[in-house]
C-alpha cells in the first residue's frame, strides 16, 4: 500500500515510525514532515490544508490510504473532499467527517453532544455577543475558578481557568467583544471546574465499533511541579499507573459507549481516532474535551506501546472488521521527554544547529522529532517543540531516566526540557 502521511510534528514522526514496520506499508509520504519523517519515507513540501495539491500528489504517486495527524484538514473537510471527488473515493481515509469533527471543531457542538447521549461532562452554558450580558451575569454567579472556552479552534489557545471574576468578565469580553480568536470566539462555552488528575484515552472507531489503542498522561506547563503557562505538551507517560481496571471499565461503559453509540445513532460519519481528554474526579471519569485526532506527545508513547500493526487497524477500519482487532501491547512503560526552544511557549529563535543527534548509540530510546528541519546535512530547530525523546523502562521512573540520559547528549542554543516528567509516579 502507498499512504500518505499529513502532518509535520512528533505525532507524525511516531505515526511514520510505526506505519513503516507495517508489511502493509509499500511506500510511505509525509507532507509536509520534518528532518526525523524523512527516514521512514519521502517528506513532500504541500501545506496539510492544501485539498488540492494533496489530492495531486495522491494521484502522482497511486496512494491508497490517507492518514491525518493535526485537527486542521479534519475541522476543514478533507474526508468529504476525498468522499465527492470520483477520482480520490477508492483512497482509505483515516479521519471523520466534517460534521463528525466538530466534536472538536466546536466546543459548543461537543458539550451538546455529551449532553444527548447522557455523558459526564462539566456544566455549562453558552453565549455569543447577542446574549453578551447574560454571560457577564451567569459568570458574576457561577462558582469559582470559573473555565472558559472559545468554541472554535484557537491553536490549544482557547481555554481560560480564571480564578476572579475580574478575570473571567476580561477574558469573556476579550473573546466576545474584541474578537480575541476571530470566528472561533464569537461563541464562548463557560463550564464549571474539574478537579482531579487528567488523562486521555485513544481509540480508533469506524463510528459503530471501537478499539482502545492506548492511553497516557501528558504534562501541559512549561514549568518543573506543572507551573507556568501552558505548552503543548512538555512530556508524557504511559500506562498510568491509577487506570486500572475499574476505572477503565467505568471509562468504556459511560464514556466511550455511549459516544461512538452516539456517533452511529445521529449518522456522523467516522473512520479515525478519538481522542477522549478525561479528567478523574475521585475515581468518576469526565469528559473535559475530545479531539477527533491522536494527542502529541501522547502519540509518542502510545505507538512505541502498541505491538499490533497500526496499518492493519486502518485497513480493518475501512473494511468493516475493527471489531475482530486483537489489540497487544508491550508490557513496559513509556515515558517522552520533550526539548523545546528556549522562550516558548513565548517567543522563540528557529534554524538553530542541533548537535549530538548523529552520535547517538540508542538502546532503549527513540529520538522523534517535533519541529525541525533538515538543510543541507544539517537538522536545524523550526518550532517551539522541537524533539522529543521517549524511552522504555520497566516502570516510569526508569524510562524516565533513561530519555534524560539521551537528552544529556543532544545540545541546541537555548534547549529546555521539564526533568520531572512522571514525578507522581515515583
Ligand atoms: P483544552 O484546550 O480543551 O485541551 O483545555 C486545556 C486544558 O484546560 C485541559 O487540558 C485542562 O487541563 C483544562 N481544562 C479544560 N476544561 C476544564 C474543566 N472543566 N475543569 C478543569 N480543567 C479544565
Ligand atoms: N497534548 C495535547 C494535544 O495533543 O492536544
Known amino acids: ?64 490510504m490517507l492518514v491525518v495527524g493535526p485537527e486542521e484538514p479534519l475541522v476543514k473537510g478533507i474526508y468529504d473532499f476525498f468522499q465527492k471527488d470520483a477520482a480520490l473515493q477508492h483512497i482509505i481515509v483515516v479521519a471523520p467527517s466534517a460534521e463528525a469533527a466538530q466534536l472538536e471543531g466546536s466546543k459548543a457542538f461537543s458539550k451538546k453532544f455529551m449532553q444527548r447521549h447522557h455523558i459526564p461532562t462539566a456544566g455549562y452554558a453558552e453565549f455569543t455577543h447577542d446574549t453578551f450580558e447574560e454571560g457577564k451575569k451567569y459568570i458574576s454567579q457561577h462558582s469559582l475558578p470559573v473555565v472558559l472556552k472559545a468554541d472554535g479552534l484557537a491553536a490549544g489557545k482557547g481555554v481560560v481557568i480564571a480564578v476572579s471574576y475580574e478575570e473571567a468578565l476580561n477574558v469573556f469580553e476579550e473573546m466576545i467583544i474584541n474578537k480575541q480568536f476571530g470566528e472561533a470566539s464569537s461563541k464562548v462555552v463557560i463550564e464549571e471546574f474539574l478537579q482531579g488528575i487528567e488523562v486521555s484515552v485513544f481509540v480508533l472507531t469506524d463510528g459503530e465499533v471501537y478499539q482502545i489503542i492506548g492511553h497516557a498522561k501528558d504534562y501541559k506547563r512549561i514549568g518543573e511541579g506543572d507551573t507556568g503557562l501552558n505548552t503543548g505538551g512538555m512530556g508524557c507517560v504511559s500506562p498510568v499507573p491509577f487506570m486500572d481496571e475499574t476505572f477503565m471499565q467505568k471509562v468504556e461503559e459511560k464514556i466511550i459507549k455511549p459516544t461512538v453509540n452516539g456517533l452511529s445513532k445521529e449518522n456522523l460519519n467516522y473512520h479515525g481516532f478519538i481522542f477522549f481528554g478525561l479528567m478523574n474526579t475521585n475515581g468518576e471519569p469526565y469528559v473535559i474535551e475530545y479531539n477527533c485526532r491522536m494527542g502529541d506527545p501522547e502519540t509518542e508513547v502510545v505507538m512505541p506501546l502498541l505491538q499490533t500493526d497500526i496499518v492493519g487497524l486502518f ?9 475482530d482487532a486483537n489489540i497487544e501491547f508491550y508490557p513496559q512503560s513509556c515515558a517522552t521527554v520533550m526539548a523545546v526552544s528556549g522562550g516558548y511557549p513565548g517567543e522563540y529563535k528557529k534554524h538553530l544547529r542541533i548537535s549530538g543527534l548523529a552520535d547517538l548509540q540508542l538502546e532503549d530510546s527513540i ?32 524510562a524516565v531516566i533513561k530519555s534524560k540520559k539521551v537528552l544529556e547528549q543532544i545540545s541546541f542554543e537555548g534547549m529546555n526540557y521539564r526533568k520531572d516528567i512522571g514525578y507522581e509516579f515515583v
Open 1 to 64: 500500500m502507498n499512504i500518505l502521511l499529513l502532518g509535520s510534528g512528533g505525532r507524525e514522526h511516531a505515526l511514520a515510525w510505526k506505519m513503516s514496520k507495517s508489511h502493509h506499508c509499500d511506500n510511505l509520504f509525509i507532507a509536509p514532515g520534518n528532518a526525523g519523517t524523512s527516514q521512514f519515507g519521502k517528506n513532500i513540501e504541500i501545506s496539510v490544508t492544501d485539498f488540492e495539491g494533496i489530492k495531486e500528489l495522491c494521484l502522482a504517486e497511486k496512494i491508497n
Open 315 to 323: 485497513a480493518a477500519m475501512d473494511n468493516g472488521t475493527l471489531v
Open 367 to 398: 529520538v522523534f522529532h517535533a519541529g525541525t528541519k533538515q538543510i543541507n546535512d544539517e537538522v536545524v530547530t523550526n518550532g517551539g517543540r522541537v524533539l522529543t525523546v521517549t524511552s522504555y523502562g520497566n516502570n516510569i521512573t526508569e
